[in-house]
Every structure is written in C-alpha cells, then in structure tokens.
C-alpha cells in the first residue's frame, strides 16, 4: 500500500505552488469583486439607507456562498470613516465562529455580549471633557444593565454575569431590570448621542453585523435571534445577520418538537417577524468562469492558452456541477488541484488527461463516496443507475444529486475514452488524486436508512426498554439527560415518557436516523396533545422537551454538562471505546449516572460466521485488509468493569445477560440493517456488498446460533 508521505511531491523550480493558492478571506470592498456581483450590493446599500429603522435584513445563502463578502461590501459603502457624520452608519461586528467553537451554551451568550458591550462601550467612549465624561459613564451603565438582561434572559447565572462585567471594565453589580424599561433607555441613549452633532458618533445610526449564525447549533441561533430582536429592535440600529432559514426552521424544531403547530408555519412566522428583508445571495448570478479560467492558467492546468477558450464549457460544466458556484468550494477545489497539477506535471499533455485530473479532483471533494467506487471500477461501465440508485434516495434533494453525478459521470465516460484512444491510461491519476484524503474511509460508506431500521429495530427496542426498567429517571426532573446513539428516537422517547421534566438530548452520527427520530417525536407529541385535550391550544409544554441532531459521540466536547448519559445498542460502534468513555466521563456532571446497553463477549457469534461464510462463498476475502477487524467493542463483563474502574467510574454495576434469540428471522433482518453494513469495505462496490447480503440472508436461513451476550452498565462520577 502506497502513503502519501512516501511519494515526493515534483515540483518545478522557482514555481511554488502555494503563490496561485485561493485565500478564503472575504472580500471587502467592490474592487476585490471578482464574481460581478457590486450591483446587488449597490441596491441593498439604497434600500438600507432608505429605510426607516429599526430595521432587520437576512443575507441568506449556504455555507460557503459569499455571505461575509457581501456584508463587509455592504459595510464599505455605508461605514467607512471616510464617510461624513450625516451619512455613515458606525459598524458592529458580532463574529459567532468563536461561539461555534465554543460547546457551552452559556459560555457562548457570554462571548457574544461581551463582544457587543465592548463595543458599544468604546463608540461611545469618546469624552472630552468633564461632562462628557459623564455621559459616557452613564451611557456604560446603561448598556451595562440591558446586556445584563439579555444574559439573563439566555438563562446566565447572575453570579457569573457580574464576572463578565469585570472583564470588560464594568465593576459593580449587575443591575436588573424590565425588558420594555431597558430597552427604552438604550433608545433613548443612541437617539441623543445620534442627533447630537459633532460628538464623534455617527448621525445615521449603527448597523450590527451578527456574522456566521450558521455555524452555530440552530437551537441557540434561534435563541440569540429572540434575544437580539426583543432587547434592540429600536430605533437608528440595522442589523444585517448571515443566517439561513433552514437554520431557523432546524432551530424551531428543536425548540418546540416540530416546525409546524395547529397547521401554521412556526418557523416561517418566526422568520418573518425577525426579518423585514430576507436576502437570498445570488449564486446562481455569480460569474465564476473569469476567476477559475485565471486561476487554471496560472496553474498551467493545460499548456496552451487557446484550450481553455475550446474547453470552456466542459470546465464550466464540472465546477457547476461539483460546487453549484460555491465560492469556497471553487476555491476549495482549485487549491487541491494546483497541487496535483505539480505532482503531474511530467505526465501527459493531452487536454483529455488534464481535464480528467479536474474532474476527479471536484468529484472527490464534491461526492467522495462516488469517487470511492469509481476508483474501484475505474472503467465505464454501460448503465450508471444501479449504482447511483444505492447512493441517493428519492428525496428532491437526492433527486437533484442523483442527475448531478449522472452528468459527471458522463463527463467521465466520454474523457475516459478520449484518453484510451490515445493509449493513456487514467489509473494513475486515483492514486494521485487519493493522496488527498479528506474523508474518513473508515466510516463514510457505513448510511443508516432510517426508514429501514425503523421497520427492523425490534431487538434493539426490547433491549433499551430493559435498561430503561432498570434505570431510576425519578430525579432528574429539571436535569439534564443526553442520549448517545438514539437511532430513530423510539427509545428516547420511551426514557423521556418515564420523567418528562427532563431536558434530554439525543445525538446520532446518522442524519436518516435523526429525521426519523423528529418523525417518531412528532406523532407521540401529537397523541399526547390528543391524550390532554390540548389541541389548538399552542405549543403544549412537553414540545422542545428532547432535542435530536447529529452529532458523533467520539467529538463530543462538553465537560460537566449532563446528570446522566443514556445509550442502548450504540457504545459498542466505538473504534476507540476508552477515549469514547473518558468524553462521557467528563461530560457527566460530579454525581452524574451512566446507563447504558451495549454488546458483550462473543454477542452475535453466529451471525458473524454467517457474514464471514458469505465472503468466503463469494470469493471477496481481497476485499479486506490482511488485519481487518470487524469494528466494534464486545467486552466481557470483566474487562469493561476494569475500563470503567481506570477512567474513574465508582459505584460500577454490570448485568451480564446471556441468552438463546427465539426469533432467528427477526435477528437476521436486524443484524442485516443495523451491523451487515459494517462488513462492506471501500474495496467493495453496491452490486457486491447486494450479493453479499443476498448470500449472508441464505446462510442464516439454513442455520443460525442465535447466541446473544449483553451488557447492561450503570456507573456514576464520584461527587
């Protein structure tokens, strides 16, 4: 096996590739716009300048699409210091990357508002004289307390919002107050400072820039956007926020349980009352060729300037249809190209070969999965759609992506054989492109069909119903509960039933899954409004109570957060049990209780010879590793009560039930859906692996040992 680190990179003197490199930097003015887009800022500016405050606009588009470009334009035109008093707006800049870094919810509200006091604090902090000097304590204070409130609206302890305080210059005790009381001073405060001339504030208002609120969990996205709007919805104050409403509508759900109540829209009318002008970023507008036809020459990408003029609408063709104008992902591809240009650059000339380089380079940032099991094939084959129908489901979106990758996949075709007419061959150029990465191929082909696992999850039902017996939820009400692995929601659901004064999170590493999980949380919510006669009555107070989003349980970050951690049939997945243990560990709070359910020594022995039979009789024992290992952890009851006891664990108790599966087709279709997976390697393509559950199905029907071994764990944190 080849690695990267193994193959020198030819480079050509004097020719370093990191000069043609794309910067990710945003642009901040119209002479750095390279897309063409300065008139659609032009219009936003007029209608910002135009309109009466308060006002709210939403620079809306996805991750990637030039949302930060567009406001620093904005804030050129309209904040720039060379503008006079009468016709500048003073610029705020509220930057949530930080936020998004940050795991704790309170942690995060602080940084913002320390942040936006900070810097209203120092627009205002411009004396110069005794009087003056005054006024700016006075106005501190005043921001001092509204910040004050808006913390503790975000549920920040007051102990430790008297410390922020300190840190930024404001001593003394936090000052409460009524929300309509402190909003009207504020107003008060920037409308004198405002049409006060000549005090070095600006006479039009400010404009707060709240940047990247897609990057945060939707939850608190929605939170601080209530905040916000409730504490400084007043006059002579724009705010211009790059957020998306899918995020919003993400948030919605995860606040009430659904994103429509009673039939209304929540999410929309939520949306609406925030913003006054929702902008949609025009990407599709955005005139990309110039930008990536200069970056490709400067590459040398082909070796003749007229090519790239002949080949114009190939090149458009794959860019459109691996970034659909993304900026960053242009830049993101170009990047990785200009390198693999260098390491090919002793390779062929021929336009069909380099072109071929472009488009796997976009296809492995692009649909990495697809890439995979081209660089299997490599070979076109006659009809696509087997394969393409095991990658998308029928879902518009997968729909869209489906005929995206069916276009690539002709692009290939017809290069591949442009090439093979001159005798090159294309092979070399996967191993080139693979030394990128980018993707973990240990985890990436492993897709939950959510609704499949719905159908077939029984057994691991009836095992999480056992933990949850066992479990003691009476005093966690008020608590908070995360749930690691919840699948399809039906046994978190089960668990939240048995306290629902618990603030439970579920987490999955499948998006399928969690679709399905707010699927199951919406119709039980529904049944219980039936149950309690609480139909068009609003939101009942149950909704929001569990919040499901994926999430892998090995990043998990959060320290001293949760009274207990939760998790049926989930922990044995881990491919680092101890490291996945010592995050829980952590994550619980002092006294904080572990329950879990999870495989032990020897578990599903029969049905792992089956799967190993069906390789064998099939003949894709090459399609392992010499050392592949079936991934996942099944201790024996000793040995997992030792990992516990190393971590830190106290109070460690672990039922070991052993037993016979009366229900051998049951098991079969289970272990098919939620573990067979596990056994399809990159090496393998989706007939295959078809064949091979084909196969393992036989086997299990002819003869099956039903041996099953199961661990059910509780553990606590010492206090």
């Given at each position: ?285 955005y005139d990309v060729m110039p930008m990536i036809t200069e970056r490709l020459k400067a590459m040398r990408l082909l070796p003749d300037d007229w090519q790239y003029a002949s080949l114009s609408q190939q090149i458009e063709n794959i860019f459109l249809l691996t970034t659909n104008k993304n900026p960053r992902s242009i830049k993101n591809i170009l990047n990785s190209l200009q390198i693999m240009v260098e390491m090919e650059r002793r390779s062929s000339e021929v336009p069909a070969y380099r072109l071929m380089l472009l488009l796997l380079v976009a296809m492995h940032k692009a649909f990495p999965t697809t890439y995979s099991l081209l660089s299997q094939t490599v070979q076109p084959v006659d ?337």
């Amino acid at each position: 096996m080849m690695h990267g680190s193994s193959l020198p990179l030819p480079v050509e003197p004097n020719k370093p590739s990191a000069k043609y490199l794309a910067s990710d930097i945003p642009i901040t003015s119209s002479v750095d716009d390279k897309f063409g887009v300065g008139s659609y800022v032009d219009s936003l500016c007029n209608f910002i300048r135009n309109s009466s405050t308060p006002l709210t606009v939403a620079i809306q588009g996805e991750w990637g699409s030039g949302k930060t470009s567009f406001m620093r334009m904005i804030e050129s035109q309209l904040c720039d210091k060379r503008i006079p008093d009468d016709s500048r707006f003073d610029a705020i800049w509220l930057e949530t990357w930080n936020l998004f870094l940050e795991s704790d919810q309170e942690d995060a509200a602080k940084k913002l508002f320390i942040s936006l006091v900070s810097q209203l604090s120092d627009h205002f902090d411009k004396p110069s004289n005794e009087q003056s000097n005054q006024r700016a304590e006075g106005i501190k204070r005043s921001i001092k307390t509204i910040s004050t409130v808006a913390l503790n609206m975000l549920n920040v302890e007051t102990e430790s919002v008297d410390r922020l305080w300190n840190t930024v210059g404001l001593d003394g005790p936090a000052q409460s107050g009524r929300v309509s009381d402190v909003k009207k001073s504020l107003e008060q405060i920037i409308d004198t400072e405002v049409s006060t001339p000549n005090n070095g504030v600006t006479d039009k208002g400010f404009i707060i820039f709240v940047d990247d609120l897609d990057r945060l969990d939707p939850g608190m996205a929605v939170i601080l956007l209530e905040t916000m709007k409730n504490l400084f919805d007043i006059r002579n104050c724009v705010f211009v926020l790059a957020v998306d409403f899918d995020v919003v509508k993400l948030g919605i759900t995860q606040k009430y349980g659904r994103d429509r109540i009673n039939g209304r829209n929540v999410a929309q009318d939520f949306f609406d009352k925030i913003i006054q002008l929702p902008f949609n970023v025009p990407v599709s507008q955005y005139d990309v060729m110039p930008m990536i036809t200069e970056r490709l020459k400067a590459m040398r990408l082909l070796p003749d300037d007229w090519q790239y003029a002949s080949l114009s609408q190939q090149i458009e063709n794959i860019f459109l249809l691996t970034t659909n104008k993304n900026p960053r992902s242009i830049k993101n591809i170009l990047n990785s190209l200009q390198i693999m240009v260098e390491m090919e650059r002793r390779s062929s000339e021929v336009p069909a070969y380099r072109l071929m380089l472009l488009l796997l380079v976009a296809m492995h940032k692009a649909f990495p999965t697809t890439y995979s099991l081209l660089s299997q094939t490599v070979q076109p084959v006659d009809d696509w759609s087997p394969m393409l129908s095991t990658l998308f489901d029928d879902s518009p979106q997968g729909q869209r992506n489906r005929d995206r990758v069916r276009q690539l996949l002709a692009i290939y075709t017809d290069l591949y054989h442009e090439c093979s007419t001159q005798d090159i061959p294309v092979d070399p150029l996967f191993g080139t492109v693979n030394i990128m990465g980018g993707h973990d191929n240990a985890s990436s082909h492993v897709r939950y069909n959510g609704e499949k696992y719905d159908k077939t999850s029984q057994t691991q039902h009836k095992q999480g119903i056992k933990l949850i017996d066992d479990t003691d939820f009476s005093w966690l009400s008020g608590r908070r509960v995360l749930d690691v692995g919840c699948g399809n929601g039906r046994t978190t659901i089960e668990m939240w039933d048995e306290n629902r004064d618990m603030i439970v999170s579920a987490i999955d590493l499948s998006d399928g899954q969690i679709k399905k999980a707010f699927e199951n949380y919406d119709k039980h919510l529904t049944a219980l409004d039936a149950a309690r006669g609480t139909q068009g009555q609003g939101a009942p107070a149950y909704h929001g109570r569990i919040n499901f989003r994926v999430e892998d349980a090995e990043q998990l970050s959060k320290r001293e957060r949760y009274d207990m951690i939760f998790s049926n049939s989930a922990l044995h997945w881990s491919r680092r049990p101890k490291r996945t243990y010592t995050k829980l560990f952590r994550a619980l709070r002092p006294g904080g209780e572990l329950a879990v359910h999870q495989g032990g020594a020897d578990t599903y022995r029969g049905l792992h010879a089956n799967a190993r039979q069906a390789i064998a009789n099939l003949g894709f024992e090459d399609k392992y590793p010499d050392d592949w290992a079936f991934p996942a952890f099944y201790p024996s009851k000793d040995e997992m009560a030792n990992m516990l006891d190393s971590i830190g664990f106290e109070r460690i108790d672990i039922e070991e039930v052993e037993s016979e599966d009366p229900n051998p087709v049951v098991l079969t279709n289970a272990f098919a859906v939620a573990s067979l997976i596990f056994y399809r390697t990159e090496a393998m393509s989706a007939a295959e692996y078809d064949a091979l559950e084909r196969e393992f199905k036989r086997l299990c029907a002819e003869h099956l040992d039903t041996y099953t071994n199961r661990l059910y764990i509780h553990a606590h944190k010492p206090q």
